[in-house]
């Protein structure tokens, strides 16, 4: 069966520290890739998804990059975290069932930037 | 993009009676609608889907209701108990995407009072 590994499960990082969240899914190929953050109290929101090694879209502009080094691997970073940048980090994959499959979260990463 | 929209943000039901989540999205072409259910602390899961194929789809207390031609689809939970208390988000194929991610509404917080 497929799982999806996220860690760290906590952290808390000073104002312009770097950030690195990795993320990686078993039991699968070839999966669609996804980072959602959801801020406290609030929705999920598409930071970035990539549907292949070396493939990444960027769905929201800021100091966050993300990169696929191999093909069930994940990782979300930043050279310089801000306070806006705190939230509850999701990672998740997706089958090749095109736009009606279900979509599997990580356990989340949660980030406070102080 | 897809604009999903979600209410009521708060609802607040006494133990079995009946609760009702609505959302509207702007895609005429979207055809998938998902629900996941996020406890306190925890990743969302998927708790139903519809795809544009039908209009209502059942799992024991909980159903889901899609109207095409308005644009709306909703989650209605039946017979509810303290733990269904938990945030509900609906969510559409995203079409900035090429709908390979989901865009989530807002959520709406359900608590069952015993």
């Known amino acids: 069966s497929q799982t999806i590994h996220q860690w760290p499960a906590t952290l808390v990082q000073p104002v312009g520290s770097p950030l690195s969240l990795e993320c990686t899914v078993e039991?699968?190929?070839?999966?669609?890739l996804y980072w959602y953050r959801q801020a406290a109290g609030r929705g999920l929101q598409l930071l970035f998804y990539s549907v292949g090694i070396g493939q990444i879209s960027s769905e929201v502009p800021q100091n966050l990059s993300a990169s696929r080094p191999q093909d069930r691997q994940f990782i979300l970073s930043s050279k310089k975290l801000l306070l806006s940048d705190s939230g509850f980090y999701l990672c998740?994959?997706?089958?090749?069932?095109?736009?009606?499959?279900?979509?599997?979260f990580g356990e989340g990463s949660r980030l406070t930037v102080l | 993009g897809e604009n999903v929209e979600q209410h009521p943000s708060t609802l607040s039901v006494q133990e079995g009676d009946s609760a009702v989540i609505k959302c509207t999205y702007s895609?005429?072409?979207?055809?998938?609608f998902p629900w996941y259910k996020q406890e306190l602390g925890k990743r969302p899961q998927l708790i139903i889907d519809?795809?544009?194929?039908?209009g209502e789809k059942k799992d024991q207390r909980i159903a889901v209701t899609l109207n095409k031609t308005a644009k709306h689809f909703s989650l209605h939970i039946t017979e509810t108990q303290p733990e269904d208390s938990a945030v509900y988000f609906c969510?559409?194929?995203?079409?900035?995407?090429?709908?390979?991610?989901?865009?989530f509404g807002s959520g709406t917080r359900l608590q069952v009072q015993p």
């Open positions: 969510a559409a194929p995203h079409m900035d995407t090429g709908r390979r991610a989901l865009t």
């Open positions: 895609d005429s072409a979207s055809n998938y």
């Open positions: 039991g699968t190929s070839n999966p669609n």
């Open positions: 998740a994959w997706r089958g090749l069932a095109g736009e009606t499959g279900e979509l599997f």
């Open positions: 519809i795809r544009s194929n039908v």
